[in-house]
């Protein structure tokens, strides 16, 4: 099983749409969670961390479920400059030893 | 501006010949990391720092050398390039939990 699991879509929504992805991840001792935003050929940026009691900014909105050992990203009201690839970001610390995986990503598509 | 500097953007090289790309960042960032990033592969990490003078060993580390002498530069090093280095490389730096900031990308292409 991969570290970081996300369903690549495309996902190709119309303006307006709401839609969701999820990020699985096999390590339950995971710390901190993100999700990025990179557009093609640029640098990944960081659109929000993901905490326990969920969190919004916007029209986006992160959760984190440990029991099931995954995190989620809704976006509402889709904008055409919403297009991009979402990255989930899971942060392990142990002992003075940092891992952070990503996973592959998930392309979005917002239609016009 | 806060900020993380790679450099080159591009850069194309033949197999064998030592190259170096630097990366900087100005927000006094303890840690720092490389990754490469390949179709359908997503980011990989190579190397990372958790402070100067303290580096390890990220998912892909085998042809790549990192150096961590000040706190604001992290080189990374390619001692004998192979064409299956050519991918797109980011540099980042962060503070833990508060997620990390990216360098623009160099695009190597080794022939």
């Known amino acids: 099983r991969k570290e970081v699991e996300q369903d690549p879509g495309p996902f190709n929504v119309p303006e307006g749409a709401t839609v969701a992805f999820n990020c699985t991840y096999s390590?339950?001792?995971?710390?901190?969670f993100f999700w990025y935003r990179q557009d093609c050929r640029k640098e990944p940026k960081l659109l929000m961390s993901?905490?326990?009691s969920g969190n919004e900014d916007g029209r986006f909105t992160a959760q984190l479920n440990r029991a099931s050992q995954y995190i989620s990203l809704l976006i509402r009201d889709s904008k055409l400059s919403d297009s991009a690839t979402y990255l989930c970001v899971v942060n392990d610390f142990s002992g003075g030893y940092q891992k952070v995986t990503f996973g592959t990503g998930t392309k979005l598509q917002v239609i016009p | 501006e806060a900020q993380v500097t790679q450099n080159p953007r591009y850069l194309i090289t033949v197999t064998g010949k030592k190259l170096t790309v630097t990366c900087s960042q100005n927000m006094n960032h303890e840690y720092m990391s490389w990754y490469r990033q390949d179709p359908g592969l997503g980011l990989r990490q190579i190397y990372y720092s958790m402070n100067v003078e303290v580096t390890d060993k990220g998912d892909v580390p085998e042809g790549y050398k990192v150096s961590r002498k000040e706190k604001r530069n992290f080189p990374l090093i390619l001692e004998s390039p192979s064409p299956n280095q050519t991918s797109l490389y980011f540099c980042?730096?962060?503070?833990?939990?508060?997620?990390?900031?990216f360098g623009s990308g160099t695009r190597l292409t080794v022939v």
């Open positions: 390590n339950s001792a995971s710390q901190s």
């Open positions: 980042a730096s962060g503070r833990g939990g508060l997620g990390y900031t």
């Open positions: 993901v905490y326990s």
